[in-house]
């Protein structure tokens, strides 16, 4: 029924935006020419994934660039740079998502969560005593949806232990620290373009890098055999030379089709940076008007992507919790809750990782995320429809306090 304010939202939330004509027109030519992989190069041809490579270089302002098959393999590969000994700990935010704790599994290192603040960020103050009680010195720092910690802090506290930072980027392409590209503060950032992220390619990955050692081991990672000179965003052959043949193939080339479909998408990038901010705007401000609702504060120095948006439903208790979504869903809003004994969908917590074996209990984390839902913000919705979506979550959670 679509009668006064408890009207149903129409939209579906897993609608995605179709791809730009120029990504649709290359991927019909790649396709009629049966040319999908990178290396398969006629004379005078330049291959799309070199393009992407140093396209995608120069957007975050880094020297290096390698296209593989997933944010979670370039996370991998960039660990298996970077982690010395078997077993190694490596710290990564508590709140965060399941290729993190895998892709340090995958390197061989040992995940040691750290916990969350406020702004659902990394905790500086937990990250100098984890880092100390484990003498772990890498860690990888996810900006969990969206959320920039104070890198100012981080960087601080990882120049005086001698941490090495690799970032998760999944969910900050197209993000700023004080003006600069998120990705360009680490060692290595690594990024998603699996089709929930900021451009889509169904599935992909894209390390960038300074540093001509972990670029020339992850382009050998990911199966260059011997062709890595048709790289346009790789190191010098010295440094190509000295691990060729040295280290393995782990066959996670990211092919031709995928890369041109993404060149046309980072042209986007700053328009769909705008949209979305405008959504999580529209929703934010009327979810701040609802009772019971508190949204987690963003650091003035981040100009984040508000591609999904978390609140906190805090007076309700956790056992309400299945009643509220439920009447969120009943009226077409999907939402999902970080708190959820069981995991689902795409929201997990440390706790579903059972091969994470810690010793760290995480209560804050634990009391940030019990109460901790997400909404996903398409660019297929516009502000009107965000308004909706806030009426829905804040009217069901009201009948469900008093129910
Ligand atoms: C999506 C995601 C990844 C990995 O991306 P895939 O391309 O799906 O492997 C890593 N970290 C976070 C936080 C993500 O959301």
Known sequence: MAIGNMREFQKSFTEQQPLPAASIERAGEIMGSGKLH??????????????????????????????????????????????????????????????????????????????????????????REAAE????????????????????AVMAVSAELGITLVEDCAHTMGAYWRGQPSGSHGMAACFSTQSNKHINSGEGGLLVTDDPDLAARAIVNTGSYMFYDTHLAAPAAEHMHAVSGEIPNYSGRMDRLRAAVLRPQL???????????????????????????????????????????????????????????????RRGVPVAWFGNPEPEGYTSSFRHWRYVTTDRALPRTQE?????????????????????IGDIIDQSLQATRHA
């Not at 020297?63 to 982690?83: D, N």
């Not at 190694?88 to 892709?103: D, E, H, I, Q």
């Not at 009680?133 to 100012?152: E, P, Q, S």
């Open 133 to 152: 009680a484990y003498g772990a010195r890498l860690l990888v720092l996810t900006h969990m949806r969206g959320h920039i910690a104070d890198m100012d």
């Open 267 to 329: 042209e986007e990038l700053e328009a769909r940076r705008a949209h979305w901010n405008r959504l999580y705007r529209s929703l934010s401000q009327r979810l701040s008007e609802a009772d019971g609702i508190e949204l987690p504060r963003r650091h003035a120095a981040a100009e984040f992507i508000g591609s999904s948006l978390q609140f906190w439903a805090r007076g309700l208790p956790q056992d309400r919790f299945p009643d509220f979504l439920e009447r969120c869903a």
């Open 368 to 388: 940030l995320l019990a109460r901790l839902c997400d909404v996903r913000l398409p660019l297929t919705f516009n502000e009107e429809d965000c308004v909706l």
């Open 38 to 127: 990178r290396y398969n190069t006629g004379p005078g041809e330049t291959d799309d994934a070199a393009l992407l490579e140093k396209e995608f270089a120069n957007y975050v302002g880094r020297r290096y660039c390698v296209a593989c098959t997933s944010g979670g393999f370039a996370l991998h590969i960039a660990l298996r740079a970077l982690i010395r000994s078997p077993g190694a700990p490596v710290l990564c935010n508590a709140f965060t998502l399941s290729p993190v704790p895998g892709a340090i599994h995958n390197a061989g290192g040992t995940a040691i969560p750290v916990e969350t603040d406020a702004s659902l960020t990394i905790d500086c103050d937990d990250l």
